[in-house]
Nanobody
Framework: QVQLVESGGGLVQAGDSLRLSCASS????????MGWFRQAPGKEREFVAVINWSGGSTSYAESVKGRFTISRDNAKNTAYLQMSSLKPEDTAVYYCAAGAYGRSPANFGSWGQGTQVTVSS
């Protein structure tokens, strides 16, 4: 497993942008597919985006397609989630995860502690 730490969350207004980072301490992420998930209060954890190990393949939830961009820099052992045109419904704790390409949390064996994103209207 790999140890992951998210950063970059915060309180923003609707329409603003944020970039989340997910850094690995120690073990390289270069052999893992990386995913971002989010969980709002009272709701289940939901898929946001996934990127394969090389960065050549990505997939997004319909709710964020065209607004969010997932990327990675294996040399820096870091994955990113660029979020633009944020909406109040994007408010959640965002988690990054390392594992196998897919949309299910079950595909991922390593998780970060989460970073809060709050979007005010």
């Amino acid at each position: 497993q790999v140890q992951l730490v998210e950063s970059g969350g915060g309180l923003v207004q609707a329409g603003d942008s944020l970039r989340l980072s997910c850094a690995s301490s120690g073990r390289s992420i270069s052999t893992y597919d990386m995913g971002w998930f989010r969980q709002a209060p009272g709701k289940e954890r939901e898929f946001v985006a996934v990127i394969n190990w090389s960065g050549g393949s990505t997939s997004y939830a319909e709710s964020v397609k065209g607004r969010f961009t997932i990327s990675r820099d294996n040399a820096k052992n870091t994955a990113y989630l660029q979020m633009s045109s944020l909406k109040p419904e994007d408010t959640a704790v965002y988690y990054c995860a390392a594992g196998a390409y897919g949309r299910s949390p079950a595909n991922f064996g390593s998780w970060g502690q989460g970073t809060q994103v709050t979007v005010s209207s």
